[in-house]
């Protein structure tokens, strides 16, 4: 985790905290780790595919960034419309 994290206290129930505790042990891992895993993968899990060949974290946070909230079918230029497509 290269960016400034967010320190945040969460209740996790009796059984998820064991069944979670067990499969970061599986993996070899803190549970504090594979829960922070987890929910870095599910937060990507909606986010735009990366360009291939680009796996750093740094830059695959700045992807879709500059990106206006413009719909395509919002605007009358053709120009536009075929940037905002890309």
């Known amino acids: 985790m290269g960016n400034a994290a967010t ?3 969460i209740d ?5 905290f064991i069944s979670l505790s067990t499969k970061a042990r599986k993996k070899g891992v803190s ?3 594979y829960i922070e895993d987890l929910l ?3 937060a990507m899990k909606g986010s735009q595919p990366a360009p291939e060949g680009v796996t750093d974290a740094r ?3 700045l992807i879709g960034m500059a990106k206006p ?3 395509p079918e919002d605007t009358n230029d ?9």
């Open 59 to 61: 830059i695959l946070s």
């Open 78 to 86: 053709d120009r536009l419309k075929y940037i905002l497509s890309k």
């Open 12 to 16: 996790i129930k009796a059984p998820v």
């Open 69 to 71: 909230m413009v719909s």
């Open 40 to 42: 870095e993968e599910d």
């Open 31 to 33: 549970l504090k780790k």
């Open 7 to 9: 320190r945040k206290l």
